[in-house]
Antibody
Framework: EVQLVESGGGLVQPGGSLRLSCAAS????????MSWVRQAPGKGLEWVAN????????YYVDSVKGRFTVSRDNAKNSLYLQMGSLRAEDTAVYYC??????????????WGQGTLVTVSS | DIQMTQSPSSVSASVGDRVTITCRAS??????LAWYQQKPGKAPKLLIY???SLQSGVPSRFSGSGSGTDFTLTISSLQPEDSATYYC???????????FGGGTKVEIK
């Protein structure tokens, strides 16, 4: 059974840092693109970052470029999101998701339960 | 970036009704489109990928169609458990991001 379990969320002051983790199991982690997606309270879904299987390609939404870093450790079946210079508008539930490739299309087929990040003084 | 626009933003329908949600891409994306269902407090769930392929375990009352810039998600006979917010997501690789539409909230009358 595919499982994705996020951790590391919490309350942080503006300008602070936080590292999210996502533990993957039940599939061959190293063979999938992975993704972070967030959802601010009462708002829609926003992709945050995508990372290739070997970590050689990383992509970010413009609003987090230069502040967030996505990484992975295939030996530990883990995905990470290092968040810095946090702002109130980064407050959201952060989900990790597996990206499934089907005929050149990319879709997020499994999701974790999410971890809440609250940026407030 | 390619923008994804959903309509309507909300819909209220009765059990047994046929419900259709649309998603429009600002540029052609072939059939690279997915639909997700999200219930309050839960993670999104993949319903449809490649515009019309039903994800394993998803009831057959859900169907997707379209290509290019215009896509639809149809619930053929609305059930109480279908009350949720539905999101489309483009699946073409570049420009990278796999962005979402703004969502459509489906409520039961």
């Amino acid at each position: 059974e595919v499982q994705l379990v996020e951790s590391g969320g919490g309350l942080v002051q503006p300008g602070g840092s936080l590292r999210l983790s996502c533990a993957a199991s039940g599939f061959s982690f190293s063979t999938y693109w992975m993704s972070w997606v967030r959802q601010a309270p009462g708002k829609g879904l926003e992709w945050v970052a995508n990372i290739k299987q070997d970590g050689s390609e990383k992509y970010y939404v413009d609003s987090v470029k230069g502040r967030f870093t996505v990484s992975r450790d295939n030996a530990k079946n883990s995905l990470y999101l290092q968040m810095g210079s946090l702002r109130a508008e980064d407050t959201a539930v952060y989900y990790c998701a597996r990206i499934y490739n089907f005929w050149s299309g990319y879709y997020r087929d499994y999701w974790g339960q999410g971890t809440l990040v609250t940026v407030s003084s | 970036d390619i923008q994804m626009t959903q309509s309507p933003s909300s819909v209220s329908a009765s059990v047994g009704d046929r419900v259709t949600i649309t998603c429009r891409a600002s540029q052609g994306i072939s059939s690279w489109l997915a639909w997700y269902q999200q219930k309050p407090g839960k993670a999104p769930k993949l319903l449809i990928y490649a515009a019309s392929s039903l994800q394993s375990g998803v009831p057959s009352r859900f169907s997707g169609s379209g290509s290019g810039t215009d896509f639809t998600l149809t619930i053929s006979s609305l059930q109480p458990e279908d009350s949720a917010t539905y999101y489309c997501q483009r699946g073409n690789a570049f420009p990278p991001g796999l962005t979402f539409g703004g969502g459509t909230k489906v409520e039961i009358k």
